[in-house]
């Protein structure tokens, strides 16, 4: 029998409860002693590093609603036999979920828009000046989309929707692909130079950090627009707020930090600083993927996984 501590469980779906009760104990939110854990449920709030993870000792599993891991000790799990189980272990079960994507979307028309400095505005300065607020209509545009997998495919599809002419950049995925999608395949820098906005939804890997920097940042025109619901670390924030202060670019929306898991460094961030300065730049608490819709999809999915993982070891 597990022990099963599931880390936050408000609105946690029933069901994958269910699940976890029929492989063991279950403790939600806190339990008395955390050296009886066995499988360890979390979400996104939790930064996974080896201090909090030696409270622990007797950790089998832990359970991510995630496909990136950057939020785990990776080496460390690796030093203490760890397993980890994500979403990557579940794509089938997640394949029509795209609740990311929308925010991408979103994202894209509120920074196009600057829906909320329009807003700030009206409600704070009591300003009404539309001439403000000039800006430029989607259809017609084209969009760079970095990473062609589930949500940058979503996002693709919703783009031609609106009439966009869509670029995209994937070393991994196959020309067969692209012309599925009816997307233009492209070199990272061929489409930086030809991007109105450019939208990031690439997996994190130590080669492609940073890979939005200022070499890249110096290929883009001075109205481009970044979007970015991946992960911080692929674009150097600080080349970034630079450019955007020199207007070099014309803004950027991120629901992701490098550093988001840290609070000190979270609250020094140059993005928050220039969002705070009414620039254009729009920040939102990761929530890509937070909608109930696919929460619950995504915790009942996951619980089955680790349901047929054990029975399979055991």
């Not at 539309?130 to 589930?150: A, D, F, H, V, W």
Request: aromatic fraction near 6%; include cysteine; proline fraction near 2%.
């Amino acid at each position: 029998m597990m022990n099963i501590l599931i880390t936050e469980s408000d609105d946690y779906s029933k069901e994958a409860i269910s699940i976890y009760s029929n492989l063991g104990n279950v403790f939600l939110d806190a339990a008395s002693k955390k050296e009886e854990i066995n499988i360890l449920v979390v979400k996104l709030n939790i930064s996974l590093n080896s201090s909090y993870l030696q409270q622990y000792p007797n950790l089998e599993f832990i359970v991510t609603p995630t496909t990136g891991l950057t939020h785990i000790d990776l080496l460390f799990c690796e030093q203490k036999s760890i397993k980890i189980i994500s979403l990557n272990d579940c794509k089938e079960d997640i394949e029509k979920i795209s609740s990311t994507a929308e925010l991408a979307l979103g994202l894209m028309i509120a920074l196009i828009r600057k829906i909320t400095r329009a807003n700030q505005d009206v409600v704070i300065n009591k300003v009404w000046n539309r001439n403000l607020y000039k800006s430029k209509q989607l259809q017609g545009s084209t969009i760079g989309i970095i990473g062609l997998g589930r949500i940058g495919s979503m996002m693709s599809h919703f783009c031609k929707a609106l009439g966009m002419n869509v670029l995209a950049y994937d070393p991994y995925i196959s020309d067969a692909s692209f012309n599925n999608l009816g997307v233009t395949k492209s070199s990272l820098r061929y489409l930086l130079e030809n991007s109105f906005i450019i939208s990031i939804h690439a997996n994190l890997t130590n080669k492609n950090r940073h890979m939005i920097s200022v070499e890249e940042l110096s290929y883009m025109s001075p109205d481009t627009l970044i979007i970015n619901t991946a992960r911080g670390a692929l674009i150097d924030e600080s080349a970034v707020c630079k450019s955007i202060v020199s207007k070099r670019i014309g803004g950027i929306a991120v629901d992701v930090l490098e550093n988001e898991h840290t609070d000190e460094e979270l609250m020094n961030s140059e993005l928050l600083s220039l969002a705070k300065k009414n620039y254009n730049v729009i920040v939102t608490p990761h929530i890509g993927g937070c909608t109930i819709d696919a929460m619950n999809i995504t915790e009942l999915a996951i619980a089955k996984t680790v349901k047929k993982i054990i029975q399979e070891s055991s």
